[in-house]
Nanobody, 127 residues
Framework: QVHVVESGGGLVQAGGSLRLACAAS????????MGWFRQAPGKEREFVAA????????YYADSVKGRFTISRDNAKNTVYLQMNSLKPEDTAVYYC????????????????????WGQGTQVTVSS
């Protein structure tokens, strides 16, 4: 069983930065592609960023491109989401997910591609 835990959320002013972390255990972390998603109140969960098993390829939603950076440290079984120039519309619960059934060399943007999810961490950006 894979266990995924997000951390690093909080309250920040617009224009500020946060770094989220996602720690995974119970599986060979470095073998799988991973992704970040978010869900704002009253909205559907949406894709934010994805990374391949090696970290060699990344992919971003247009809304965060140029502001957010996804990375991973396989030695620490952790994936990160560096969020800069935050906007009030970035306010959401952020979720980390692991894809164990897909090619790990592929960046994956669809929720259905992921098998294991964390409980989420709240990010609130004040104006």
């Amino acid at each position: 069983q894979v266990h995924v835990v997000e951390s690093g959320g909080g309250l920040v002013q617009a224009g500020g930065s946060l770094r989220l972390a996602c720690a995974a255990s119970g599986h060979t972390f470095s073998s799988y592609a991973m992704g970040w998603f978010r869900q704002a109140p009253g909205k559907e969960r949406e894709f934010v960023a994805a990374i391949t098993w090696s970290g060699g390829s990344t992919y971003y939603a247009d809304s965060v491109k140029g502001r957010f950076t996804i990375s991973r440290d396989n030695a620490k079984n952790t994936v990160y989401l560096q969020m800069n120039s935050l906007k009030p519309e970035d306010t959401a619960v952020y979720y980390c997910a692991i894809a164990t059934r897909r090619r790990p060399s592929t960046v994956l943007a669809g929720m259905q591609e992921y098998d294991y999810w964390g409980q989420g961490t709240q990010v609130t950006v004040s104006s």
